[in-house]
């Protein structure tokens, strides 16, 4: 007797088919852009752009985040299920991001080639190796939450759990900004896309920012407290007999 495929399963495989339709998406955009402002390829520091392409870029990325929330709102049943369909997408979207830019650019020429990952509130910059890491933990997170809920546990995130989560996501945020926001304050700029965009000396400053150096010490100490927090949740979270 063969065993039919649960909702939790069918949805699993549609959103990952989904995150990576947003990652060809996101790639084919960064295609035009680059053909625009980098025909000889990418290279940091980054071109001077106008005050308007930055806040339409700016907005661009949080359009995606809300597509991506809202597609998970429509298929979670409650919120810890909507949650984990997010962080599973974004996973997916985030590395097939990079799978069609090797296919289409042949960019990265590594995994330790930098990247601009967001500009939203302050450009994030660090080696594509870092966003890659932090998206397979949102994957496995995301899938084994799923069907855990699906075998019937009863999964609380508890305080101590939210702490790490906030902590560990509150440490790779900062390993990524570090080293642009000590830029930005060494020259006296504001820290925020918003702002830099309208200020006059941004776009001569930033064609002279190049990235040296990545905390991978601090990504891993964040990366660490959101395992422990994920294996906390799990440990206490086992199926019902």
């Known amino acids: 007797m ?16 989904f995150g990576v339709a947003m990652g ?23 071109k001077p752009a106008s005050s308007t392409i930055l806040l339409i870029e700016s907005s661009r ?26 962080l599973y997408m974004f996973g997916f979207w985030d590395i ?7 296919v289409f650019l042949d960019w990265p020429a590594s995994i330790l080639t930098w990247d601009v990952l967001f500009f939203v509130p302050v450009p994030w910059v660090s080696p594509v190796l870092a966003p890659i890491i932090c998206s397979l933990t949102m994957i496995v997170f995301g899938c084994i939450a799923v069907l855990l809920q699906q075998k019937g546990a009863h999964i609380k995130i508890k305080g101590v759990d939210w702490a790490l989560f906030i902590s560990g996501a509150a440490v790779i945020f900062y390993s ?33 920012y190049v990235p040296t150096h990545y905390s991978w010490y601090l990504f891993f100490v964040g990366e660490l407290l959101m395992v422990i927090g994920m294996f906390h949740v799990f440990r206490c979270s086992q199926p019902k007999s």
């Open 2 to 17: 063969k065993k039919s495929i649960t909702k939790e399963s069918k949805t699993l495989v549609a959103l990952a088919v």
């Open 24 to 46: 060809l998406l996101e790639a084919a955009v960064v295609v035009y852009l680059r053909q625009l402002y980098y025909p000889e390829g990418l290279t940091l520091p980054l």
């Open 61 to 86: 990325e949080l359009a995606t985040l809300v597509m991506l929330i809202t597609a998970a709102i429509a298929v979670g049943e409650n919120a810890l299920q909507s949650f984990a369909y997010f």
């Open 96 to 102: 097939f991001y990079y799978v069609f830019l090797k």
């Open 176 to 208: 990524f900004i570090k080293d642009y926001v000590t830029f930005l304050l060494s020259e006296g700029l504001p820290i925020n896309i918003w702002a830099l965009a309208r200020n006059p000396n941004f776009q001569q400053l930033i064609s002279q």
